[in-house]
């Protein structure tokens, strides 16, 4: 069963589109909203398949609306509904699963659920069939149950299969590519240096016999979700609130992450990712280590706040709750042993010492 939201600024339009959802067993509605940002809101702590969105709305257009939502959710189907059909292009530039003309009718809307199934089926692929692409850590792509990363004959070509990994399936047009991966380059040198290693990319793949995960739509280019396995889109997908997640989820997104985002590759175009990540790293790390204490169980909770420690030393929070927890289990001489080793370690870091509150915190000890 697909779970399902709406978004209209109409009362009315909900209304009739709730009595169409009753009518099909394949749909749960979860809720219905007026204003976009609360959908924004709902998507970030909730799992939806499918959004349906009004186009025409004042706060926010659906189509400016499907981007923030899928910058949450990479995964979330999109179906548009409108009055105007000027608008079915721009729909599907955005990524639409379906369009609906207004006022909805019970077959054109079956019609469309109809599709959607089959656009899934189709996209569904074996496990054990994947590209394997891990960005966390070293980055390598590999051929599904294969140990050696396949060897591509540009360093181009693997950024660009990063670039378009990291949009998480969404297009990018050949001249956004260009200004980002060649942007000091000559237009035409640039285009020709781009068609190669396209060329190089397909080529490639097509050796292991993956033909279609490079995908050109006109002058747009994209990755094919359905035919990788990537650790960077599982935790995208599963990392929206990481102070609402059980102790499960946090493990399984803290073993995802075996390292900085691209860590031995340096585009600038990937910096700002790489510290969103780094953030969210540090918070589910912080969550893990309450969850532990709150369990009991106290070395995974010293593990989990050292482990945000070796990240950035200097996240004074974690200290404290290392040295809390500590308390519990060493004496007054150990603490302060621990704590000359992190001092030092601060120092030849940062040249920096301590805080005066932990400072006085060790004092107090």
């Not at 219905?32 to 609360?38: G, I, L, N, R, S």
């Not at 019609?111 to 390598?140: P, R």
């Not at 042993?337 to 509150?357: A, R």
Request: contains cysteine.
């Amino acid at each position: 069963m697909y779970k399902v939201i709406a978004v209209d600024d109409e009362q009315n339009a909900l209304n009739r589109f709730e009595r169409l959802i009753a009518q099909d067993n394949r749909l749960e509605l979860l809720k219905t909203f007026t204003k976009p940002a609360d959908a924004i809101d709902f998507i970030k702590s909730n799992q939806v398949d499918i959004a349906f969105l009004d186009i025409e709305m004042p706060e926010m257009t659906g189509l400016e609306l499907a981007e923030c939502l899928m910058d949450v959710n990479p995964y979330l189907e999109i179906v548009f509904v409108t009055a105007y059909n000027q608008y079915a292009l721009e729909a599907f530039r955005a990524h639409a699963t379906g369009y609906l003309l207004k006022p909805l009718s019970h077959d054109d809307f079956t019609a469309q659920i109809d599709s959607m199934e089959k656009k899934l089926e189709k996209s569904h692929v074996v496990e054990d069939d994947k590209l394997i692409i891990s960005c966390f850590g070293a980055f390598s792509i590999k051929k599904a149950n294969d140990f050696e990363p396949l060897r591509f004959r540009t360093s181009k070509a693997e950024e660009l299969l990063a670039y378009l990994v990291q949009n998480e399936g969404r297009a990018r047009s050949k001249d956004m590519i260009l200004d980002t991966l060649w942007p000091d380059a000559d237009l035409d040198k640039a285009a020709n240096n781009f068609r190669v290693t396209c060329t190089y990319i397909r080529s490639t793949l097509a050796d292991f016999g993956y033909t279609d995960v490079l995908v050109r739509d006109h002058d747009d280019y994209s990755i094919n979700t359905a035919r990788i396995k990537c650790d960077y889109l599982e935790f995208r997908s599963k990392i929206a609130n990481p102070d609402t997640l059980g102790l499960p989820e946090v493990e399984t997104l803290i073993n995802l992450y075996k390292g900085p985002y691209l860590e031995n590759r340096f585009y600038d175009w990937a910096e700002e990712t790489k510290g969103w990540l780094e953030g969210r790293y540090i918070q589910l790390l912080y969550r893990a280590g309450r969850l532990y204490s709150e369990a009991d169980r106290i070395d995974a909770a010293i593990e989990a706040f050292e482990s945000v420690l070796r990240v950035d030393l200097y996240e004074e929070d974690a200290f404290k709750e290392v040295i809390r927890l500590k308390q519990k289990k060493l004496p007054p001489a150990a603490i302060r042993e621990y704590y000359e080793k992190y001092k030092d370690s601060l120092f030849k870091e940062y040249g920096l010492g301590p805080s005066q509150e932990i400072k006085e915190l060790i004092k107090a000890i």
